[in-house]
């Protein structure tokens, strides 16, 4: 398989993953579908898959030629893109009916808190992503297994995740209603980002 496809296969598959993590925490909600939502998480980083929030740190400003994990701006839109796709194709396998977190409030939530609110509050998120990427990837998994939970019970937007709501609800979401998520949805791409790169601001440069 060439790498073009590698990378497909592996962006669509990130999106799938938090796809299925969303999926089980609409179904038990509470704190255990908190917890449980971790485990989409843990698959995206143990098998090194492209998910937007987990790629963001490595695409700041110019890119590094010598750095291994830099990313441009084209290929970092390209996963979010491709992660939409398969979060989104979950919908298609998950059964509504055993929800018991109704994705119409969590879209709601979105579209009453309004773009700026929304975009606000996703920074949170992008840094607690942040910080489980990078902790796991050396080894520490705790900050995964309580960010992740945490995220969710505050409910700062993610912007893959918040994919599958979308989709989830949709057939009962108004003309009005994807006029504001076309305002809501792109503050929160921004917001997870700017939260992803957070860290630069007080991290050493040898760890950017």
């Known amino acids: 398989m060439n790498d073009t496809l590698r990378f497909i296969f592996s962006a669509i598959t990130a999106g799938a993953c938090i796809g299925i993590a969303a999926t089980t925490y609409l179904q038990l909600g509470g704190l255990g579908g908190c917890a449980l939502f971790a485990l989409g998480l843990m698959a995206v980083v143990y098998f090194e898959l492209h998910l937007f929030t987990g790629k963001s740190q490595f695409c700041w400003g110019r890119r590094k030629k010598d750095t291994k994990d830099s990313l441009s701006y084209g290929r970092l839109a390209a996963i979010l893109a491709l992660n939409i796709i398969g ?89 009005s209603d994807w006029v504001a998520l076309a305002g809501v949805y792109p503050a929160t791409v921004v917001g997870n980002y700017l939260g992803c790169n957070i860290y630069r601001s007080f991290s050493p440069k040898r760890q950017h």
């Open 87 to 175: 979060c989104a194709a979950m919908t298609l396998v998950s059964d509504p009916s055993g929800f018991i977190v109704d994705p119409g409030a969590i879209v709601g939530k979105r579209i009453a808190d309004g773009w700026f609110e929304s975009g606000i509050r996703s920074i949170p998120c992008g840094f607690i992503m942040t910080l489980s990427v990078r902790s796991a990837r050396s080894g520490l998994w705790w900050p995964l297994i309580f960010g992740v939970p945490s995220f969710i019970i505050c409910s700062f937007p993610h912007c893959v995740a918040d994919i599958f709501y979308y989709a989830a609800c949709a057939p009962s979401l108004s003309a």
